[in-house]
């Protein structure tokens, strides 16, 4: 089992910046990648980023390259993902999740094994 708790969210202005938190607990030599994703009220729950351990590759969503940067602390096994240039569109829920294997659809939820129990992040415009 792998735990991961998110922080780091809060109420920003627009144009401001936040970084979020998920510190990895438990097996965490089996993680293969992790990932955040968010999902505001009444809608499905997205990609914006993720990081592959074993190919040192990263994603991002269209919607926030350029503004959103994942990266990683292996010794505190902590992922982070610092937010800049916000937008009101990017409030949301903010999830960090964990996948065990390797996919050839790293953008979708369902490919992900683990999941904290989600930050808010509110971007005023």
């Known amino acids: 089992q792998v735990q991961l708790v998110e922080s780091g969210g809060g109420l920003v202005q627009a144009g401001g910046s936040l970084r979020l938190s998920c510190a990895a607990s438990?097996?965490?030599?089996?993680?293969?990648?992790m990932g955040w994703f968010r999902q505001a009220p009444g809608k499905e729950r997205d990609f914006v980023a993720a990081?592959?351990?074993?190919?040192?590759?990263?994603y991002y969503a269209d919607s926030v390259k350029g503004r959103f940067t994942i990266s990683r602390d292996n010794a505190k096994n902590t992922v982070y993902l610092q937010m800049n240039s916000l937008k009101a569109e990017d409030t949301a829920v903010y999830y960090c999740?964990?996948?065990?294997?390797?996919?050839?659809?790293?953008?979708?939820?369902?490919?992900?094994?683990?999941w904290g129990q989600g930050t808010q992040v509110t971007v005023s415009s």
């Open positions: 990081f592959n351990w074993i190919a040192f590759s990263t």
């Open positions: 999740a964990a996948r065990t294997k390797d996919t050839i659809y790293p953008r979708r939820p369902n490919s992900y094994d683990y």
């Open positions: 438990g097996r965490t030599f089996s993680t293969y990648a």
